[in-house]
């Protein structure tokens, strides 16, 4: 759809084939959802966007695609477990404002930009650095060692997710066992996997693309009973996105590059056969769509939740490790019900999408991210001036 009238309801509803009887039914949903109050969206942080959709009668078509393309691909988990006022909220961000963007050059441009305002203020960033303990004494965050030595320091921010913090970089030991207990029983957000298709040809102008149908969304029970034990369903939600086509300088001239992805089982431990498994189911579905990219296809590489897990997220739970927002943006985990940024442990932090943050993948990390800045100057500045 053209931008200029992407969120136009009307364009939407063409679009999906939306009969004419029910398109107020329709209408009403999405002028609800996009202009709820803030403090009305607080009252649903205890009940599913499953459950808050069943307040409308929607026809398949407007369903799927709330869930589909929209919800699935945001929070990354079944809708019937995604909070509604998480989903709410985040949603109406997109439609009064939209969102997205590419980064030219490719999207680590955005992490070099951030470390460089870090060392132009006078930090240091170091590179394929691993963090192996976070040091305590006496109730108090001493330092962190690292592969590269250990730095001593009043006051540590992790990123590393609250799970790996607690569980190994700090240890068990240190906190309280309720606090533990509550650790454990958070719940991450699925995981997401997919293939790069290198291509000798352009097969398609679209940026972006999410191919989806009125069963492809995933349930609670259909997770348990499908997914996870890899006896995948005929259609599931595939998402493609073709860099070049925001940035000509990311693929060879007259050559493409296609990225697909969808939601998985976040374990990190996932076999060679499940994997081909999914990726199969991939590939099978976006081909349908492009019955011609097979011949143009000069090489391809899966990419998995092993792989995430590798590079943002050690595995200290049996499932977890591998998922591709952080915490779940669940009931009983989002809005009031979100976990906090200051550790039971003196001058620990917490940063990133499981603690302080709402929003859409990296948009929560940097809207945690400023909470927590904040957050710290206020202690940092507190502590010099009382003790």
């Known amino acids: 759809m053209p931008p200029d009238t992407a969120m136009d309801p009307n364009v939407i509803f063409d679009w999906l084939e939306v009969k004419e009887e029910d398109r107020e039914e329709s209408l009403k949903c999405l002028m609800d959802l996009t202009l709820m109050p803030e403090t009305d969206i607080d009252k649903f942080d205890d009940i599913s966007f499953a459950e808050w959709l069943n307040n409308y009668k929607l026809p398949p078509a407007v369903y799927a695609f709330l869930l589909g393309p929209v919800a699935d691909g945001c929070f990354v988990v079944p809708f019937d477990a995604l909070a509604a006022s998480e989903a709410i909220r985040n ?14 050059g490719g999207f680590g441009n955005l992490a070099d930009a951030y ?77 997401f996997m997919g293939t790069r298709y290198f291509l000798s040809k352009k097969v398609t102008d679209a940026p972006y693309g999410v191919i989806f149908s009125d069963s492809s969304s995933w349930t609670l029970d259909r997770w348990i009973t499908e997914a996870k034990t890899a006896n995948l369903p005929d259609e599931i939600t595939v998402w493609f996105e073709v860099p070049d086509n925001y940035d000509p300088d990311a693929a060879p001239a007259g050559k493409q590059i296609l990225m697909t992805g969808f939601l998985c089982p976040a374990d990190p431990q996932m076999t060679a056969r499940e994997k081909k498994i999914w990726w199969d189911k991939g590939e099978e579905i976006l081909f349908k769509v492009f019955p011609d990219m097979p011949k143009y296809v000069e090489a391809k590489e899966g990419y998995s939740v092993t792989d995430v897990s590798k590079l ?76």
Do not use: W
């Not at 739970?317 to 779940?328: A, F, M, V």
């Open 91 to 104: 949603l109406q961000a997109i439609f009064l404002r939209n969102g997205g963007l590419f980064c030219k």
């Open 115 to 191: 470390a460089s305002v870090a060392t132009a203020n006078g930090g240091k960033v170091m590179m394929r650095t691993r963090t192996e303990k976070i040091l305590v004494e006496q109730g108090k965050v001493t330092g962190a060692v690292t592969d590269k030595g250990t730095f001593k320091a009043p006051i540590v921010i992790s990123n590393a997710g609250l799970q790996p913090t607690v569980l190994k970089l700090v240890g068990e030991e240190y906190f309280d066992a309720n606090y533990v207990n509550y650790i454990k029983e958070l719940i991450p957000s699925l995981g």
């Open 312 to 387: 943002t997220r050690d595995q200290v739970l049996p499932g977890q490790g591998g998922e591709c927002i952080g915490l779940g943006q669940i009931v009983g985990q989002s809005g009031g019900h979100k976990p906090s940024t200051k550790a039971p442990i003196q001058g620990l932090f917490y940063v990133g999408c499981d603690a302080g943050g709402t929003g859409i993948g990296i948009h929560q990390a940097v809207d945690s991210a400023m909470h927590v800045a904040d957050e710290v100057l206020r202690y940092n500045r507190m502590h010099q001036a009382l003790e």
